[in-house]
């Protein structure tokens, strides 16, 4: 069985313990770093990481994008989204295209 | 255009002419596999930007929802509340093969957070509004998980058509044109051998006679 897990500030995080997510907590680059390789390694299948945090440790981020498992997905923090998790279906489609074309209106 | 260097010979010209058979026959495996995994891909792209833009709002809700739910409670309590929750979620995968492309599919089971009293905590001590919170939360789930199963769907999708398109493109412009060109160098070499031939043969059948012929006289 997997879990899922969750990394992000506090007030952001905190519901999704609720809800039976694994929650790391976390306010700087390196926590996040550390969490996403914690979680990794603690048989998550999906980390959802807020769109702050996940700019700090884009490299990180990008390393798990060919790997099956786990599948790293942005979510908006409380201050509202950034935009960052559509940026990143854009570049996949841009991957295989060669060309933006779905968001071509916006 | 560069040729591979082989000796011009008619064996070699029958191994190129095999494998220029077969590379055109991967080209158009290649070619056909790309344009299909471009179908479904676009189809999972388009899905998963909508479920994307509900999760996206869905999330700013409840997150406005828990800002409410923390003005009315004391930072305390909400941890407490919220810290223990009744199960855990728990994920199950199976793979699923698109042009084979392995992609996962999450199989969840919400354990106790879909379940009407779901609430991890009493509710003498906590107010309605995280509550509220709490259930609007648990009801983005599912879409959610679907949201990480199609990004990384995507992902890995997008990987495979790279990949196949930088194949079909390395046989279109390089091997086969490079194949096509060794072939042709090959076949002009042959041939110039066998006029080279012939005109010896002519020049030394033309010595012949004319030996005879003064042999005679």
Redesign the interface.
């Known amino acids: 069985?997997?879990?899922?897990g969750v990394i992000g500030d506090r007030?952001?995080a905190?519901?999704?313990?609720?809800?039976?997510?694994?929650v790391r907590i976390a306010e700087s680059a390196e926590d996040a770093a550390h969490a996403l390789k914690g979680l990794s390694e603690e048989n998550c299948?999906?980390i959802?990481i807020t769109e702050e945090l996940a700019e700090l440790i884009m490299e990180d981020i990008q390393s798990y994008?060919?790997k099956?498992?786990p599948?790293v997905?942005m979510?908006?923090?409380?201050s509202?989204?950034k935009g960052v998790?559509?940026m990143?279906?854009k570049k996949?489609?841009e991957?295989?295209?060669?060309a933006d074309i779905?968001f071509k209106n916006n | 255009m560069a040729q591979i260097r082989v000796n011009p010979t008619r064996m070699e010209l029958k191994k190129l002419k095999n494998r220029l058979a077969v590379a055109r026959r991967g080209h158009k495996l290649l070619k056909d596999k790309r344009d299909e995994l471009m179908k479904q891909f676009l189809d999972v792209v388009r899905e998963t930007k909508t479920v994307r833009e509900k999760v996206e709002t869905a999330l700013e809700k409840s997150n406005k929802s828990f800002a409410l739910a923390s003005a009315v409670t004391s930072p305390k309590v909400m941890t407490e509340a919220l810290m223990l929750p009744k199960k855990e979620v728990s994920l199950d995968i199976s793979e699923k093969n698109v042009m084979s492309v392995i992609v996962p599919v999450f199989h969840y089971d919400l354990g106790g957070a879909q379940q009407s009293d779901g609430y991890n905590f009493g509710l003498a001590f906590t107010s309605g509004e995280i509550d509220a919170a709490v259930s609007e939360l648990s009801e983005i789930l599912p879409d959610m998980i679907k949201l990480a199963e199609l990004e990384k769907s995507s992902q890995l999708m997008a990987e495979e058509i790279e990949k196949t398109r930088r194949r079909v493109n390395a046989l279109e412009h390089v091997m086969i044109p490079q194949i096509e060109e060794t072939i042709k160098s090959i076949t002009m070499k042959l041939d110039e051998n066998e006029r080279g031939n012939l005109t010896r043969l002519m020049k030394v059948k033309d010595m012949m006679i004319k030996a005879q012929l003064e042999g005679k006289n």
């Open positions: 069985m997997y879990k899922i007030e952001s905190l519901g999704f313990m609720a809800v039976g997510f694994t299948a999906v959802f994008k060919d099956t498992l599948s997905v979510i908006p923090s409380k509202g989204s998790g559509m990143n279906i996949s489609v991957r295989a295209v060669g779905l």
